[in-house]
């Protein structure tokens, strides 16, 4: 399969939203990221304004793809691609604001907030 091809089955991979099942305009996907046979692609629908990141790569087996319904703008995706990678302590640190009376608090905050 040729990079062209992949990139039209890419846009079938993306043309319906996976919670509204809105069907997207595929002009309105933007490729985020790609390699020779990979393409990241981040959409966001105008319907129910879910956004989401879907990886799309050609291996021997033909298309895979992963879909990933996300609250990020592509712009935060960018700027997290050019971070340095999760180490152990950056996990732990989670976990441990996960556990944390702070945490509760924020959601809490953010559920009366809606
Ligand atoms: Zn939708």
């Known amino acids: 399969m040729e990079y062209a ?3 039209h089955e890419s846009l079938k991979i993306v043309s319906f939203c996976p919670m509204c099942r809105l069907r997207y305009d595929p002009l309105k996907a933007e490729v985020i990221g790609q390699s020779d046979n990979a393409r990241l692609i981040y ?3 105008q319907r129910c304004s879910i956004s989401m990141m879907a990886l799309i790569a050609l291996s021997a087996l033909g298309i895979n793809s992963a879909v990933l319904v996300t609250d990020a703008n592509s712009a935060d995706i ?3 691609q ?9 996990v732990i640190e989670v976990y441990q604001y996960i556990q944390s009376k702070r945490f509760t608090q924020y959601i809490l905050h953010k559920v009366h907030e809606r």
């Open 5 to 7: 091809e992949v990139f």
């Open 78 to 80: 960018r700027r997290l």
């Open 43 to 45: 959409i966001r629908c």
């Open 82 to 90: 050019k971070r340095e990678k999760v180490t152990f302590n950056d």
